[in-house]
């Protein structure tokens, strides 16, 4: 393998083999969950009695937080392959703090919404805008996830290797028959 700028090469395996690490994957789970619980907050005002759709938002946030903790976990073996006093570090840090704030953002939600959640009733507006701030919240780090990926190049296959995909390769040569 050639030899990497620092950020490239994880730091254990398991973050994921280079070029492929495990984090991006793995932060779709929160997402995922954390939009859909949404969707089922604003589901909930739209069918009567909606219950049921405030049960499906709270487990679903649930799932989100456990999703965000593998995330976050292999999150931060990536963060430690940054070289520190750099603005890729920097920027890992702000987008760390603002995922564990929106982590802690819907625990809190979760704790919130536990209480009454066998109720069969829309969920209240404080806890929609709750969610609602966590999403807003969420995305600003997403994109600072993109930037530490797509402007820094953390954990990205350098280009010479990236360069492999884009190379072509000659033809093999076909039979007469295979060419009709």
Known sequence: MAETQPGKQPVT???GPYGHPVHPILVTVPIGAWVASMVFDIASHLHA???FLAQG???LIAL?????LGAASVGFLDLFAIPPATPAFRTGL?????NL?????YAAGFAWRLGGYQE?????AGQIALSAVCLVVLAVSGYLGGKLAFRYGVRVADERTQAEGFTARPAE???RKDAR
């Open 57 to 59: 938002s709270l487990w």
């Open 101 to 105: 704030a929106v982590t802690a953002g």
């Open 64 to 68: 989100g937080g456990i999703g965000a």
């Open 173 to 175: 040569h076909l039979s």
């Open 120 to 124: 069969a009733r829309p969920v209240p």
């Open 49 to 51: 009695p909606g219950g």
């Open 13 to 15: 395996v398991l973050a």
């Open 94 to 98: 702000v987008h760390m703090g603002l």
